[in-house]
């Protein structure tokens, strides 16, 4: 336990450290800003580290020299000195949660199984097939029931009475009109698409696979409101006097002042989770309502609404910078995701394997480079047309 | 705050066991503050990570003895300041052997935890300041890295990541929006500037 006594780790290094980071941020209250002024007048030495910490060329310089120590060559390294073969990494340990061994996928798998797939057993039946990721697209639903199927490469403006929609790209944007007439549009993306909106308000929506939002052409009454389902992100433009509100079901709403949140409504997911990034929103369900701080998750429960904080904003927000991560997932939160991305359907074989999973893969693979990646771990799959087999 | 506590002990418990996962995940969350840390002290790269590969094999022999993870990466950061105060020690003795000088006394170097160490802060503070950076959502980052820490110009990040020149802009715009940090910002904002003034002026 000798290593114990340094439980709390240098108190000083972490107020001195923290001051200095709210001041590279602009972050100080008044209080903090007096505190890092007496802290900078108590030593030479506490001057010249904040004189550095507030040079933009030495930090260039120095982040450049940090940058250059590669982790992953280290833990290579490390690795083939301490843990000498393949089986014995993966081998399960002792405790309950030792039944799930834990495969760590490194970001950037996609190069690694590239490299490998020429070496390693092919995976003959999927090969015949490939299974592609999704890509940007989507259907738009106007007031009067047609509907425009949107693709990644398409530039154009969309007439319909009211609104002048333009689409560029992946992306689809209301033009803010002074005297619209309202008229209530659909944007919906297939399983293995994904769509990017932004609303006559300027409100942007990054919309997740197999999902959908309901919305006015033109926000013209006091309220601003749209209906999701599925995943959506959220960054709300802040308009006075004007509350956005997201409606995911009959029971429940997320209120809104400007703000970037997430909230992931899949019906095939068992919960409702709403994750605030910054700014402040409150969660209803029934008659119960709770506020959330940055950072914070509600997770929607039935009739009950609870508050984790310290969520994990990486894993949450992955989907928006194109890659899945898995955070101690359950093989069939694993499989969930990719059938909603690689349009696939999941079948299991005898028992469900209890493994768990962590890591970060890029979405833009096909599906092939994935199930191989997985299949490292010991599960194996099975691929007929459009179905995965999952046998353990 | 109880979720919280609870990965960590499972992290804690996987680590004892001798989980090769858990010990990766200490082992990434460290690595490059550690090299820069030793870096700093003994000046040579090689063997600032020499010196950082020896602190993790006491950790993996240590692996029974953490209660915290915050006592995991004070005891990485201590066997590492202390190794490299050894080594440039060593290092010194070495060269004074050379002309024949015999009478330097080695002494125990003690580690204050309470005591401010400015290496160690400045380590601190570049690791949250990268950790900025690798936040940024990937091809924003690719580019904003290229540009702000090895200067190269547009049209050859354009190039070698087989973009537009233009994609190449406006990624660097969006990074500068999603980089809190203003001091960031300061030396790649010139260009922008110009970029932004153009923009005004062409639409």
Redesign the interface.
């Known amino acids: 336990?000798?290593?114990?006594q340094?439980?709390?780790?240098?108190?000083?290094?972490?107020r001195?450290?923290y001051l200095?980071?709210q001041h590279?941020?602009?972050l100080l209250t008044a209080a903090e800003q007096e505190e890092l002024h007496t802290w900078i007048g108590a030593s030479l030495?506490?001057q010249?580290?904040f004189d550095?910490?507030?040079?933009?060329?030495f930090?260039?310089e120095?982040?450049?020299?940090?940058?250059?120590?590669d982790?992953e060559a280290?833990?290579n390294?490390?690795?083939a000195?301490?843990?000498p073969s393949r089986q014995?990494?993966l081998r399960p340990?002792?405790?309950w949660?030792?039944a799930a061994a834990?495969?760590?996928m490194l970001v950037g798998i996609g190069l690694f199984f590239r490299h490998q797939s020429s070496t390693s057993r092919p995976l003959a039946a999927i090969q015949a097939s490939p299974v592609v990721p999704g890509h940007s697209r989507a259907l738009l639903t106007l007031a009067d029931g047609s509907v425009i199927p949107l693709d990644s490469n398409g530039n154009r403006v969309i007439a319909q009475q009211g609104a002048t929609v333009q689409q560029q790209n992946g992306q689809l944007q209301y033009l803010a009109q002074g005297d619209a007439t309202t008229a209530m549009n659909m944007l919906t993306t297939p399983r293995g698409g994904q769509f990017r909106l932004t609303l006559p308000d300027g409100t942007k929506v990054w919309l997740n696979a197999a999902s959908s939002i309901r919305y006015p052409t033109a926000f013209t009454g006091t309220q601003r409101t749209v209906e999701i389902r599925g995943e959506a992100y959220f960054e709300v433009a802040p308009v006075a006097n004007k509350p956005f509100t997201v409606k995911i079901n009959q029971n429940t709403s997320i209120a809104v002042l400007g703000t970037g949140f997430n909230v992931n409504a899949y019906t095939d997911e068992p919960f409702i989770r709403t994750t605030l990034i910054e700014g402040a929103i409150s969660v209803h369900t029934g008659n119960t309502s709770r506020v959330l701080a940055p950072g914070q998750q509600a997770l929607v429960n039935g009739p009950a609404i609870q508050v984790?904080?310290?969520a994990d904003t990486?894993a949450i927000l992955a989907w928006?910078?194109?890659?899945f991560y898995f955070q101690e997932a359950d093989i069939s939160s694993v499989m969930r995701q990719l059938s909603r991305w690689y349009d696939v359907t999941v079948v299991y074989e005898g028992s469900m394997p209890s493994r768990r999973f962590?890591g970060e893969i890029?979405r833009n693979l096909p599906l092939a480079d994935v199930l191989e990646g997985l299949e490292s771990t010991g599960i194996h799959f099975r691929l007929q047309g459009r179905t995965i087999i999952v046998t353990p | 705050m109880e979720e919280r506590l609870y990965t960590e002990e499972i992290l804690l418990q996987r680590f004892a066991a001798g989980d090769p996962t858990a010990f990766q995940f200490i082992f990434r969350q460290h690595y490059q503050a550690l090299c820069y840390f030793a870096n700093s002290i003994v000046a040579n790269d090689q063997e600032a990570e020499d010196l950082v590969q020896e602190s993790f094999s006491k950790l993996w022999d240590k692996r029974n003895g953490f209660g915290s993870a915050s006592s995991i990466k004070a005891f990485l950061f201590i066997s590492t300041k202390n190794a490299s105060l050894n080594f440039i020690k060593s290092r010194e003795r070495h060269s004074l052997k050379e002309k024949e000088f015999s009478y330097l006394h080695p002494e125990e170097e003690s580690l204050d935890i309470n005591r401010f160490d400015p290496v160690l802060t400045e380590t601190e503070i570049m690791q949250q300041l990268y950790a900025e950076i690798e936040r940024l959502p990937n091809q924003c980052r690719r580019i904003f890295k290229m540009s702000y820490l090895e200067g190269r110009k547009n049209e050859d990040i354009a190039n070698t990541l087989h973009l537009s020149y233009n994609t190449v802009r406006a990624q660097k715009l969006r990074a500068l929006k999603l980089i809190r940090s203003g001091l960031l910002k300061k030396n790649i904002l010139p260009l922008l500037g110009m970029y932004l003034v153009l923009l005004r002026h062409t639409h």
Do not use: C, V, Y
Not at chain 1, 6 to 12: C, D, G, N, R, T
């Open positions: 336990m000798e290593a114990d340094h439980k709390e780790l240098f108190p000083f290094l972490q001195a450290a200095i980071r590279q941020q602009g030495e506490n010249r580290l550095q910490m507030t040079d933009p060329a930090l260039q120095h982040l450049h020299r940090f940058e250059k120590f982790t280290g833990w390294n490390f690795r000195l301490h843990f014995a990494r340990l002792f405790g949660w030792s834990i495969l760590l984790s904080d310290h990486t928006k910078r194109e890659a962590q890029e």
